[in-house]
């Protein structure tokens, strides 16, 4: 390792109190042309990348001549040779603390042409007679030890997780993802784990132990939501430095057959709709926002009555990929709304006894009473759980593919349809018209005769 990085980590830990600021400009950090906030976002290769180029620390100082500033020569330390973004950037830091400290002392590299590390070494080396803080030139040869993981216990850890995922997550998916790691907890106490150990105590071996007792106990697909919680909130401790690697990620995920909705048949979407529309007009109305706007259950729950601007008939709504996304309001549906001019804007359109009122619970909650709700209606035609709300959504789907498709090519049915559904993408609705089955072939009967 450099010298300079070792004089300016003594700086770092023995320099407090320096002078005024003078012409220069703040030291940074240069990361391989890469955010390191975001380095977990990167892939493998973007990663390879950033660190196959140099890091170093950078500044500017006026030249006394010019007045202008100049940039100076990179202060890399020796950094390189660390093959980790973790102890690079723990070393860059330590530097650029030091260097910030040694220019508010006074640093002129154009007083006397005289060097950073002559500097340093004529400034905070002590005499002869007193016993050096600095370690010699021969004493720091091939030091490479790496930085230590910063100690913190089980249960300390978990909290910093799920105080980090508070702030992040919606208000749907956060109380899943806190079950999930709450029930991880349990089941670690359950086994005898001591939480106040450290964190480094759980092994990819005990994720795995415990993935395959959700598995027994529940499905692939609650065990690969467990894997993807469990993988996020260990991802939390690597972004703050309290781990250096996510092994949960790299825990097979299982196949899992999706669960959908059927799609219902004409039959059974008049007589449902007849059937709702005089016992539940509430329900009916809900169900139709599903139906013509194409909207998920949830975000019919989410709307409220200041959503709906019937005036010039847009709908304004609170999708789980974006904060807000505009939608028409179609005739059809504009002719079944009732007046809502007259309504507190601020209040939930749907509530449980009427349309438009002050219902304070949380979304998901207002999710699964609606689909209790439905339930009722969905026992009384004798259908099973194939069946739900969102089964109106890929009908009406169907139904508006079916149409387009009489007049239009598919690849303009898929570009108008995406406009109405609001996939963020064709490859998206593509999938998702296979998925509900919506494109069929015509009878191809005459070619097998």
């Known amino acids: 390792m450099s010298s300079i990085f070792l004089l300016l980590q003594n700086v770092h830990d023995n320099v407090h109190d320096f002078g005024m600021k003078l012409n220069y400009s703040d030291p940074k950090i240069y990361t391989g042309g890469v955010d390191v906030n975001t380095w977990s976002k990167l892939t493998k290769l973007q990663q390879k990348q950033a660190l196959d180029k140099d890091w170093y620390v950078y500044y500017s100082f006026r030249n006394p001549n010019t007045g202008r500033l100049v940039r100076q020569t990179n202060i890399k330390g020796g950094v390189n040779r660390h093959k980790s973004k973790r102890n690079r950037y723990h070393i860059l830091k330590v530097m650029k603390q030091g260097l910030d400290m040694v220019l508010l002392d006074g640093f002129n590299p154009y007083q006397d042409n005289k060097s950073l590390e002559s500097y340093l070494k004529e400034k905070f080396t002590i005499s002869d007679s007193q016993p050096s803080t600095l370690p010699t030139i021969e004493n720091v040869v091939a030091v490479e030890a790496e930085v230590p993981e910063l100690v913190i216990s089980i249960k300390d850890a978990f909290e910093l997780a799920l105080n980090t995922k508070a702030k992040i997550l919606n208000e749907n998916s956060y109380p899943k993802f806190k079950s999930r790691i709450n029930r991880f907890n349990n089941w670690l106490l359950d086994n005898k784990t001591n939480l106040d150990l450290c964190i480094t105590a759980i092994t990819k071996k005990t994720v795995i132990q415990y993935l395959n007792s959700v598995l027994q106990n529940t499905s692939p697909r609650n065990r690969n939501n467990t894997r993807t919680d469990i993988a996020s909130l260990f991802q939390v401790l690597v972004d703050n430095d309290v781990l250096q690697e996510n092994f949960v990620k790299k825990i097979n995920v299982l196949k899992a057959t999706p669960e959908r909705n059927k799609t219902y048949t004409p039959t059974q979407q008049e007589d449902i709709f007849l059937y709702m529309k005089e016992n539940d007009p509430i329900l009916y109305l809900f169900v139709q926002f599903i139906s013509f706007n194409f909207l998920r259950p949830i975000e019919v729950c989410r ?41 507190n804007k601020s209040d939930s359109l749907f509530t449980p006894q009427a349309i438009g009122g002050i219902w304070d619970v949380a979304v998901s909650n207002k999710r699964d009473y609606f689909t209790k709700r439905f339930k009722k209606i969905k026992d009384h035609f004798g259908l099973g759980k194939d069946y739900g709300l969102y089964s109106f959504r890929h009908t009406f789907i169907t139904k508006l593919y079916k149409e387009m498709a009489k007049t239009a090519t598919p690849s303009e049915v898929k570009g108008r349809l995406q406009l109405i559904t609001g996939h963020s993408t064709i490859k998206a609705l593509e999938l998702y018209l296979r998925d509900i089955d919506a494109v069929l072939p015509d009878d191809y009967s005459k070619l097998l005769k």
């Open 303 to 343: 709307l409220k009555v200041g959503d709906l601007d019937l005036k010039d008939r847009k709908i304004y709504i609170r999708a789980k990929n974006q904060p807000v996304k505009i939608k028409i309001i179609p005739d059809i549906l504009i002719n079944e709304l009732p007046e809502l001019f007259h309504l």
